[in-house]
Nanobody, 124 residues
Framework: VQLQASGGGLAQAGGSLRLSCVAS????????VGWFRQAPGKERAFVAG??????VYTDSVKGRFTISRDNTKKTAYLQMNNLKPEDTARYLCATTADDVWDYVPSARAYYGYWGQGTLVTVSS
């Protein structure tokens, strides 16, 4: 299983970035995809997740970030608008096991497969 995140970079406050996560995994459509972020000195935190029917966001990004997926391309996206300096972090994508998911977990323990992440830096 491989997950490759891309799309990070430097943005100004109020700007936008779009992250992509390409998965080399069987049954991608039966897995939840999550985006997490980790800022220096802080714990890895849930940002957003998407199953087949649901998407969930942490409160601090609601209304600014949108998660989506294209199962035909085995790719998930995180559109980030109105970026803030506090969004600066390494963003990692992760997937759960192949199963029937009727909810989107936010705990890291549910995600068994992780990519290396992509760095997002937001300047004020």
């Amino acid at each position: 299983v491989q997950l490759q995140a891309s799309g990070g970079g430097l943005a100004q406050a109020g700007g936008s970035l779009r992250l992509s996560c390409v998965a080399s995994v069987r049954a991608f459509n039966r897995r939840v995809v999550g985006w997490f972020r980790q800022a220096p000195g802080k714990e890895r935190a849930f940002v957003a997740g998407i199953s087949g029917a649901h998407d969930v966001y942490t409160d601090s990004v609601k209304g600014r970030f949108t998660i989506s997926r294209d199962n035909t391309k085995k790719t998930a996206y995180l559109q980030m608008n109105n970026l803030k300096p506090e969004d600066t972090a390494r963003y990692l994508c992760a997937t759960t096991a192949d199963d029937v998911w009727d909810y989107v977990p936010s705990a890291r323990a549910y995600y068994g497969y992780w990519g290396q992440g992509t760095l997002v830096t937001v300047s004020s």
